[in-house]
């Protein structure tokens, strides 16, 4: 097993396997979202208290979920970066932080359009939105910091060290908001989000997150053929690559 | 025993740049004093906004002094020479921003009863103001040491390094200006004070590695 | 089944969720597309300053 590990690690390996599977994963990714948005948009029942308002739902869970699994993602490529000195990982956390970044903008905007019509203002300090808003800043932190060195490579090792103090404090982060927020405000039920939901309106969320999954895979991988390529560009491999049309 | 004198030398390099020490003790005292400017001289509303006032105040006067942190050793190659001596780097760290706290972080908590008055604060709450203080303004500092070893190789790190360590201070601003407010009604305070000092418990220990960490990864580049 | 106007409607509550479709669609198109478009381009300026083989610069 480990020598796929190894042979994974290889940029001019990983990038030429990328860029066979990008195309799959793109396509499977829209086929899938497109299954999703027609169950959860056309056939799911309206909620009983939020009637047709509760779609919002359908890509404000799933980009909430994916913008906490990148920054997952991102913690165990710092990890594996720092331990076994592998520039891939590195290139594999600078290609998902804009990615998990634009899922958690994406969470924000939707669940304030989502409140709007529930709670009847555009933000509401409920304690998922909060925790999600300071993933944001973290997000923001990371980039600033990867991009903030003329050397690449002390700009990955600093990030990778910050997003692993980042995932340490993010369960506390959370917790903190979580108790901040049922001190100051009941816990505003976002419909939907419990298992208890009907079966109709589950399923497609599923579809979605599947879908979600799929777009981030197919397109962190684009990313980190970018982020490979910027690195690696003195490389003898990198000069095959441009030789060949 | 190596360790006392680096101790030493610490305290005595921050006693030579006394005015080091005056500028976050002033930034905490301006800021406090802008709010009833800002919002109204009322004492009911000050009360109540005294707790936040003084912890977001202390934050950020904590945060304005740990750019130059590691500055001058990166720069005149001290940090090299701890690199290289078998003193471990973690507890080094470890040392310097304590060292720091004491010279930034307690002239805050010694000062604030005085900026709470300003605020009306009620005096029977003093003593659970300077205690959740006390807690919190350490980890500040930990944290803002992680931030300044991440960023002690750029030149102009001050501006990036509160964009980096904000977000994680939120937990102790949280369980900090709580503890402040519930002692403020006179209700009981344990809890937001035992979650803070488990939070300073985590920092003591994690923290130096991730400052080393960070060392390190600055020194090689 | 829902009529199409049902569908667009959303219940009254249209207003709120497409441009929450629209501001994901926006957001998921700029992230699929613009990794490609930067790999294109970084790969050009790479070619246009590597010597062509053959070519002394």
Request: net charge positive; aromatic share 10%; glycine share 8%.
């Amino acid at each position: 097993m480990f020598t796929w590990f190894h042979k994974l690690a290889s940029p001019p390996y990983f990038y030429l396997l990328a860029e066979r599977l990008v195309p799959w994963f793109a396509w499977a990714s829209l086929l899938i979202i497109l299954a999703g948005l027609y169950g959860g948009l056309w056939l799911a029942p309206p909620d009983y208290q939020q009637g047709d308002g509760f779609r919002i739902i359908y890509i404000h869970v799933p980009s909430a979920w994916m913008s906490m699994f990148a920054y997952a993602v991102m913690a165990v490529a710092a990890a594996i970066g720092l331990i076994w000195r592998m520039k891939l990982a590195h290139a594999v956390s600078a290609a998902a932080a804009p990615l998990g970044a634009s899922f958690a903008f994406l969470a924000l905007v939707t669940g304030s359009l989502w409140g709007k019509p529930m709670w009847g203002t555009y933000w509401v300090w409920d304690a998922r939105l909060t925790s999600e808003l300071i993933l944001l800043f973290l997000y923001v932190g990371y980039i600033a910091l990867n991009q903030a060195f003329e050397d690449q490579r002390t700009g990955d090792r600093a990030s990778a060290i910050l997003t692993l103090v980042g995932s340490v404090n993010l369960p506390i982060i959370h917790y903190s908001v979580q108790w901040w927020n049922t001190l100051h405000q009941g816990p505003t039920v976002f419909v939907g989000t419990g298992s208890d939901i009907a079966p109709g309106m589950l399923v497609p969320l599923l579809v979605m997150i599947a879908g979600f999954m799929l777009y981030f895979a197919a397109f962190v991988m684009k990313r980190i053929q970018v982020e490979v390529l910027r690195r690696e560009r003195n490389t003898n491999w990198v000069q095959e690559l441009i030789d060949k049309p | 025993m190596k360790l006392a004198a680096l101790v030493r030398r610490d305290l005595l390099l921050a006693y030579r740049r006394r005015g080091d020490v005056a500028t976050p003790v002033i930034f905490f005292v301006m800021v406090t004093a802008l709010f009833p400017l800002a919002l109204s001289p009322e004492p009911a509303l000050l009360r109540t906004l005294a707790p936040g006032v003084i912890w977001v105040a202390a934050l950020l006067a904590g945060l304005i002094g740990q750019g130059s942190l590691f500055k001058s050793d990166y720069e005149d190659g001290t940090l090299e020479q701890l690199l290289l001596s078998p003193v471990s780097l973690e507890l080094v760290a470890l040392l310097r921003v304590l060292t720091h706290w004491l010279v930034t972080g307690l002239p805050l908590v010694i000062l604030s009863p005085l900026m709470a008055m300003l605020l009306f604060y009620p005096a029977s709450a003093m003593g659970m103001l300077i205690a959740s203080l006390l807690l919190g303004t350490p980890v500040l500092s930990l944290l803002g040491a992680v931030g300044a070893a991440l960023t002690v190789g750029l030149r102009r790190s001050g501006l990036l390094l509160p964009i980096l360590i904000l977000p994680l201070t939120v937990p102790v601003l949280i369980f900090g200006a709580r503890a402040t407010a519930l002692a403020s009604q006179g209700e009981p305070v344990a809890a937001p004070l035992y979650l803070l000092a488990a939070m300073l418990v985590l920092a003591l220990t994690l923290a130096p590695f991730a400052i080393a960490a960070g060392l390190r990864v600055s020194l090689e580049s | 089944m829902k009529s199409w106007h049902e569908f667009i409607s959303m219940g009254g509550y249209a207003a709120f969720v497409w441009p929450a479709y629209g501001i994901a669609l926006v957001v998921l198109a700029v992230n699929a597309l613009l990794p490609g478009r930067r790999q294109r381009q970084l790969l050009r300026e790479l070619r246009q300053r590597a010597p062509r083989p053959g070519q002394t610069p």
